[in-house]
C-alpha cells in the first residue's frame, strides 16, 4: 500500500518537550465569518478555534505527542468528515475547496492516508463497474460476491497493510478505529489487534467500537435473549419476551421499510412462516429506524403477516443497541428456551437452518 515516496516520513522521533504545530486551511467563501473547532478525537472536546476570513483560517498550537483532530462546522458539500493528523512541529495544510478536502503536511501522517484512500478509491471504483458489468448479464448478488470475492479482500488487504505498517503512529491507530467493525469478530480478535498499535487507546470512536463488542458478546450465540420493548402495530405494548423463551423457535427480523435488503429477505420470511408457523415456530419482525406510518403502509404493500414490534426511534429501550445491530436486516434465530441460535441470517442458509432445527 504505502510507497517509498512517503515510507520515510512514517517515522517520528517524540520528544517530551512540546513543539509548534500550524494548521492553514482554505475555505469557500461560503464560511466567512464562521467559526470552525478543532475537535480532539481522544476526548471529543473543542481544543482551539478559528474564524473564516477572506477564504481563509489558521490554527497554531503545540503538541509533545501525536494527536487526531476533527474539523467540526465546516458547511462542506457531501459533509463529509475531515481529519487532521497532527505530531511535534507539524506543519499542515488543508484545501476545502476540493472534494472530498485535502490535507498534507510536512511529517507524512496526513499524506499517508490520502494515499490509501487514492488507492482504495481507484480500485473500488473498477471493481464497481465489474459489479455493474456483471449485474447487466443477469448474475445474482450471490453469485456477484462468490466471484469477487478475492478482489473485495485484495482491497481489505490495502487496509489491513496499511494498520500494520503504521502500527506505530497515529494513522494505523484511525485506520483500525475505522475497519474494526469489518474486521474483527470478537472481541478477542478486536485486543488482539488493538494491542499491536501503539494510539489505539487515544481515539473515542475505537473505545465506543470496543465497547459495542462487549455488549455484543452478550448477545452471540448461546446466550439467553435480551429483552427489550416497544408496540404492536394496534399501539398497544410489546416486548420481545412475549414471543421469545415461550417454547417456539422464533425468527426476529430487524428491519426498517426504506431498507432495500430488508425488503429483499421479506419473501423468504413469508415463505418460513407459511411452511412452519404453528406452536413450534414463529417469524417475528422488528421494526427499527423507521416512521411508523411508512411501517404500516408496508406491511399491506408487502404482504406481511407475521407478528411486529414497533419501536421508535426514541423509545427508552434502544432495541439495536442491546444487540449490537449496526446494520439491517439483522435475522437472529432463537431456541425455543430463548436461547440465540444464530445471528446474520440471510436467504437459503436461512432457511435451511430452520428446517433443521423443526426437523
Not at 509533545?64 to 457531501?78: A, H, S
Not at 450471490?142 to 494513522?171: P, T, W
Request: with cysteine.
Amino acid at each position: 500500500m504505502r510507497k517509498t515516496s512517503f515510507l520515510l516520513f512514517a517515522l517520528f522521533t517524540l520528544t517530551a518537550t512540546a513543539q509548534n504545530y500550524t494548521i492553514k486551511g482554505k475555505a469557500d467563501n461560503e464560511p466567512n465569518g464562521k467559526v470552525i473547532y478543532l475537535i480532539d478525537q481522544n476526548t471529543l472536546l473543542a481544543t482551539d478555534s478559528a474564524v473564516v476570513s477572506d477564504g481563509v483560517f489558521e490554527f497554531k498550537g503545540n503538541a509533545n505527542d501525536q494527536l487526531l483532530f476533527e474539523l467540526k462546522n465546516i458547511e462542506k458539500r457531501g459533509r463529509e468528515k475531515v481529519y487532521i493528523f497532527i505530531a511535534p512541529g507539524s506543519n499542515v495544510s488543508v484545501d476545502l475547496t476540493t472534494f472530498p478536502a485535502t490535507v498534507s503536511d510536512n511529517g507524512g501522517m496526513n499524506d499517508i492516508l490520502a494515499a490509501l484512500e487514492a488507492e482504495v478509491k481507484s480500485k473500488g471504483e473498477a471493481l464497481n463497474k465489474v459489479i455493474r458489468r456483471l449485474q447487466t448479464e443477469g448474475k445474482s448478488r450471490d453469485e456477484i460476491a462468490q466471484m469477487l470475492n478475492s478482489d473485495v479482500e485484495a482491497i481489505y488487504d490495502l487496509y489491513r497493510k496499511a494498520i500494520d505498517d503504521n502500527s506505530d503512529n497515529m494513522v494505523g491507530a484511525y485506520i483500525l478505529a475505522m475497519t474494526a467493525p469489518h474486521f474483527y469478530q470478537s472481541l478477542s480478535d478486536l485486543d488482539a489487534a488493538i494491542a499491536k498499535v501503539k494510539y489505539a487507546d487515544r481515539i473515542d470512536y475505537l473505545r465506543r467500537v470496543r465497547n459495542s463488542y462487549k455488549v455484543s458478546a452478550s448477545t452471540d450465540p448461546g446466550a439467553m435473549f435480551v429483552d427489550f420493548s416497544g408496540f404492536t402495530v394496534d399501539g398497544k405494548p410489546s416486548k420481545l419476551s412475549d414471543y421469545v423463551g415461550k417454547g417456539k423457535y422464533v425468527l426476529v427480523d430487524f428491519w426498517a421499510s426504506w431498507c432495500g435488503p430488508c425488503r429483499q429477505e421479506i419473501p423468504n420470511l413469508l415463505e418460513l412462516q407459511k411452511r412452519f408457523a404453528g406452536d413450534r415456530f414463529t417469524v417475528l419482525g422488528v421494526n427499527v429506524w423507521d416512521n411508523e406510518d411508512k411501517f404500516k403502509a408496508s406491511l399491506v404493500s408487502e404482504g406481511i403477516d407475521y407478528p411486529q414490534i414497533f419501536v421508535p426511534r426514541n423509545n427508552k429501550d434502544n432495541a439495536t443497541e442491546l444487540y449490537n445491530i449496526k446494520g439491517i436486516p439483522q435475522i437472529i434465530l432463537f431456541a425455543p428456551d430463548g436461547k440465540i441460535i444464530k445471528r446474520d441470517l440471510r436467504g437459503a442458509a436461512m432457511k435451511a437452518l430452520v428446517e433443521e432445527c423443526l426437523k
